[in-house]
């Protein structure tokens, strides 16, 4: 039989406390964990990796995403695990050309067109959701908030935006993970609005190398998730 590991053992190892290992056994994470006679906890080698897994994963990438890979291990699917975390590194490749292509959007003054999509300054709520990938409801939420505003078809009453708003709608969907305080935002769209883009290039630049630290706290995690299934 190989070493035994108690809660406390661990909860040191990985700085934690045993209320969180015990949550993550809680939660289904972890292989089923023997007891004693005495009802203690015995965890093994295979125990001390899930508990690391979980704690790396949890470093680059979502709660339900670790959950769900972890306890797809644990019911033995692992390739719809490792599916799992392929689609992610996907997600975030595709999150890294999007926010690439802003970049560059900002970087060109004459911005007729935006993903083959004609730009004018009385485009309509469903097309400016379209250019920036977002729903409706978000634009109308954000003009709530004062964040943008639009003006209104004479003829039929709906809102219109124009390129300046198109610009605002497309840096708060793309940077809304990255600002976490409307304060910020509301600067940085104030630079748009009198066309500085300077601010508002760096913030990108900022978001691309948060994403790139994303992405290697993602591959730890893997590397701690391939330990893992060897197990398996």
């Not at 809660?7 to 004693?36: C, F, H, W």
């Not at 995403?65 to 490749?93: G, P």
């Not at 198109?166 to 940085?188: A, C, D, F, G, P």
Request: positive net charge; proline residues 2%.
């Amino acid at each position: 039989m190989g070493d035994i590991y108690t809660p406390t053992m661990i909860a040191k190892k990985l700085n934690v406390s045993t209320t969180t290992l015990r949550r993550y056994e809680d939660q289904g994470l972890v292989p089923e964990v023997p007891r004693t006679a005495s009802n203690r906890r015995c965890y093994t080698a295979i125990h001390v990796q899930a508990f690391i897994t979980v704690r790396a994963l949890l470093q680059g990438y979502e709660i339900p995403v670790v959950y769900d890979v972890m306890r797809k291990i644990k019911a033995r699917q692992v390739e719809y695990a490792l599916w799992s975390i392929n689609q992610e590194q996907h997600n975030t490749h595709a999150e890294k050309l999007r926010l690439e292509e802003v970049l560059r959007m900002f970087r060109n003054a004459d911005l007729s067109k935006y993903k083959d999509l004609e730009v004018t300054n009385t485009m309509t709520i469903g097309e400016v959701a379209q250019m920036a990938g977002v729903k409706p409801s978000a634009i109308r939420h954000w003009e709530q908030e004062g964040l943008i505003t639009s003006n209104r078809n004479k003829d039929n009453g709906y809102r219109v935006y124009t390129v300046t708003e198109l610009r605002k709608i497309i840096l708060i969907s793309s940077l809304r993970k990255t600002v976490y305080y409307i304060e910020n935002m509301k600067q940085l769209l104030n630079e748009i609005e009198v066309q500085n883009y300077k601010k508002v290039e760096m913030s990108f630049e900022l978001a691309l190398q948060k994403l790139n630290s994303q992405l290697m706290k993602q591959f730890l995690g893997i590397a701690e998730l391939m330990k893992y299934v060897k197990y398996y």
